[in-house]
């Protein structure tokens, strides 16, 4: 027979890594009666733990929300995604949240078993986050994004603009997406009646929010690769289309989703849509892919390369 408060610790990983459990299955993995279940089910409660409990032939026990966050359980691997995600946290594009982050990865470090707190700093140690480059959200305005989303509710907020102008808008939220640049909010535009994508940077939310509403299906099924192509394209001053002659898989490994979207043609031919604040910049990451191009559009792009060229010529001495 377990000590009793082994048998907690048990009962609260089972708890937690199923959403239901009946009795019986719980007395069978810890090796007691059903007597004693209810028992260690009581002492929960009693720690602040909220044990919800049903009867029937589809009831049993399940783990709810407390009004209070009692202590987590997590096995080697969960604590270590916990950890590098609080130093991704800590360093990342979300506002107000790098302090708190710090503080909880400080705790978890001081829990950590020497070999998972090894496994985490060289981990660390060896990357570099770059994600500071993109815009930064507010932890609040993304929290207030995901839970519209989560309960079907219609979002209000006010939005700036590309330009700078700022107007009231009205959507049925769809998803949150992260290109690794910029966090974007793929909606159901009600005044446009029309899909939008808005960077969540720009948002504003109000409050409350509208009705409920019933879930719509993304433009062509995939919200991340609708918002990938606007972010890649249509967000950039200059949007181009490229033929890029190498094969999808190549390419894919090599691009950040941000880049823009790739299209296969063909085994050895991919379309990519992408973008640039400048000419003169997109011009260099496309010579940055070391493949061969072909630039479908825009005109100005092609007359650009074709600046560059006699440019490049010319430094290597060709007449």
């Keep these: 027979m377990l000590e009793t408060s082994v048998r907690l610790l048990r009962l609260l990983a ?18 007691v009666t059903t007597r004693t279940v209810r028992n260690d089910v ?5 720690l602040g733990y909220r044990v919800e409990s049903a009867t029937g032939t589809s009831g049993g026990y399940r783990l709810g929300a407390g009004g209070a966050l009692p202590p987590l359980l997590l096995d080697d691997e969960e604590a270590v995604a916990v950890a590098v995600s609080l130093h991704a946290a800590a360093s990342g594009t979300v506002s107000g949240i790098e302090e708190t982050s710090l503080r909880a990865l400080t705790k978890l470090q ?45 979002l209000r907020f006010d939005y700036r603009g590309h330009d700078g102008t700022e107007g009231a808008r009205v959507v049925e939220p769809h998803r949150l997406v992260y290109t690794g640049r910029r966090w974007y909010l793929l909606a159901w535009d009600t005044g446009r009646d029309d899909w939008r994508t808005f960077r969540a940077d720009r948002i504003t ?40 002659h190498a094969p999808i898989e190549a390419l894919a490994e090599r691009l950040a989703p941000a880049a823009g979207l790739l299209q296969s043609v063909d085994e050895d031919t991919t379309v990519l849509e992408t973008g640039g604040d400048s000419l003169h910049d997109l011009a260099g990451f496309l010579g940055s892919l070391d493949v061969e191009f072909t630039v479908l559009e825009p005109a100005e792009l092609r007359d650009h390369l074709r600046v560059l060229a006699r440019r490049y010529a010319s430094a290597a001495g060709d007449a």
Excluded at 17 to 29: D, K, N, Q
């Design 14 to 31: 089972l708890l937690q890594a199923r959403p239901v459990w009946s009795g019986a299955e719980l007395a069978g993995r810890l090796e």
């Design 205 to 244: 939310p109000r409050t409350p929010n509208g009705p409920r509403f019933a879930p719509r299906e993304p433009p062509g099924g995939d919200a991340a690769a609708h918002v990938v192509r606007g972010a890649g394209s249509r967000g950039w001053r200059y949007p181009a289309r490229v033929r890029l």
């Design 42 to 46: 009581e002492r929960l409660r009693i």
């Design 110 to 154: 001081r829990m950590l078993p020497p070999r998972l707190r090894h496994r985490t700093g060289a981990l660390r140690a060896a990357t570099v986050s770059v994600a500071g480059r993109g815009p930064v959200v507010d932890a609040a305005t993304l929290t207030a994004i995901a839970a519209a989303i989560r309960d079907h509710e219609r």
